[in-house]
């Protein structure tokens, strides 16, 4: 699923056309951006949490050469499941 096939859907479900639409799905995924890039963790009830997690400097191997190289201290973005998510794709 795209982010245009969630805008259909709003589209569809809410009753606003496709442009008011889309604008509502990229002001929830902006909000979302700014919350994350602030460290701040997402939670949607029934859905998950989107969590930012910083990792460290740590050794890597190039599986070409074998050559030892130094991987650079990042964050990234994890989600973690609900319960109820879980359940539900399980089901």
Known sequence: MRKADIANQVCEKVGVSKTEAMELVEYV???MRG???NGEPVKI???GNFLVRNKGQRKGRNPRT???IAITPRRVV???ASQIF???VNS
């Open 29 to 31: 995924l902006d909000c």
């Open 35 to 37: 919350v994350l890039q």
């Open 45 to 47: 009830a029934g859905f």
């Open 66 to 68: 074998g050559e030892e």
């Open 78 to 80: 994890t989600f973690r």
């Open 86 to 88: 879980k359940k539900y």
